[in-house]
């Protein structure tokens, strides 16, 4: 693989969840990150630790808004969006618009400065998927007006401007799809199944399980995740590629793995499955495996237990009630 360091990388979202872990990422490799993030979803504690490194700067920005970044840049990384349902249906203009007003400066800003973009695409362009697993020929069942359209249509519009990019300016540009993925930095309370099992765990509360709960999900640690948009960044492969880990599991199944790891004695409640929720859902990552030799390594009983220490540490006012919280 290239060696790409010293190289200067721009990582948009990078106070979230998967742009912190990318900043760690692109730090260690010996890269100059410039970290960049407008903090409605992310968080700075995530990036604390990065501010005291003369090879990482931070800018406090809307990428909505025209992005200007002085000096070179070799590589993009576009991480920023609001990415859980919660979210969506608080912010659905700011999700419409980073996903679509957000990349096209980014495209822009890519091209002015001759770098490599990649994009954080997702298993949502597949919609409540009627192919199963979902490969990437596969072109998804979305419903443009339900709840979830407003990232699902931002994230295909994303993928769509980013090939026109590539098409007619000859870009060099990458898109990962991102499967659901999970580890320490999640928010406790962004309303995810495993962060709202584990903070219901560790406030005493009944597990919610939307629907009857045989919806499945496939769950990446975010270390595999991390490692296959690495291998992707660096490859000469422009198309569309699923990362994710097809290890798929009923979500009645994955609250009663959370029950017995925590140990505690919740009992399950069943609450109405959100409009549009997918039945479904695995990466065949066949396309990994060929072009990037990447396929997950931790198994979910590995990542599931770092993950329970993580949220375990936090400060107790971090676990209070989501509904006494103002966000
Ligand atoms: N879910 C649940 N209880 C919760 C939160 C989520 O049963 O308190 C369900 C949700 O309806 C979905 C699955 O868990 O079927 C995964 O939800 P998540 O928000 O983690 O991911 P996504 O639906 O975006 O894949």
Redesign the pocket.
């Known amino acids: 693989m290239a060696d790409i360091k010293g190289k200067r990388v721009l990582i948009t979202g990078a106070a979230g969840f998967l742009g912190s872990h990318l900043c760690d990422r692109f730090i260690a490799e010996g890269c100059r990150v410039v970290a960049m993030d407008n903090l409605i979803t992310g968080s700075l504690q995530n990036i604390e630790h990065l501010f005291k490194l003369e090879n990482f700067e931070f800018y406090h920005h809307d990428i909505s808004k025209f992005v200007f970044v002085p000096g070179e840049v070799d590589y993009i990384l576009h991480f920023a969006s609001p990415a859980?349902?919660i979210d969506y249906l608080k912010i659905p203009i700011q999700t419409l618009k980073v996903g679509s007003l957000g990349t096209h400066n980014l495209l822009g800003l890519a091209k002015a400065k001759k770098a490599r973009m990649i994009i954080a695409s997702t298993?949502?362009v597949y919609g409540d998927p009627t192919v199963h697993p979902q490969t990437e020929e596969y072109w998804g069942n979305v419903n443009p007006i339900g709840p979830r359209g407003v990232y699902d249509e931002a994230k295909r519009f994303q993928e769509a401007i980013t090939m026109a990019y590539h098409t007619f300016h000859g870009l060099e540009t990458r898109i990962v799809r991102i499967f659901?993925t999970y580890g320490p930095r999640m928010r406790l309370n962004d309303?995810?199944?495993?962060p709202?099992?584990m903070g219901q765990a560790l406030r005493g509360e009944d597990?919610?399980?939307?629907?009857d709960?045989s919806?499945t999900?496939s769950f990446c640690y975010v270390d595999d995740l991390v490692e296959g948009i690495y291998r992707l960044l660096l490859s000469d492969y422009h198309l569309p590629v699923n990362i994710g880990n097809p290890d798929e599991i009923s979500?009645k199944d994955?609250?009663e793995e959370i029950i017995k790891l925590t140990g505690t004695d919740q009992k399950i409640v069943y609450?109405p499955?959100?409009q549009d929720?997918?039945k479904q859902?695995q990466p065949d990552i066949t396309q990994a495996k060929k072009i990037l030799n990447w396929e997950p390594k931790v198994h979910r009983s590995v990542g599931m237990k770092t993950t329970w220490e993580y949220f375990k540490a936090l400060p107790e006012w971090e676990i209070i009630p989501r509904s006494f919280q103002s966000n």
């Open positions: 859980s349902p298993s949502e659901n309303g995810r199944a495993l709202a099992f597990i919610t399980v939307f629907g709960g919806q999900r979500i994955f609250a609450k499955l959100p929720d997918p859902r």
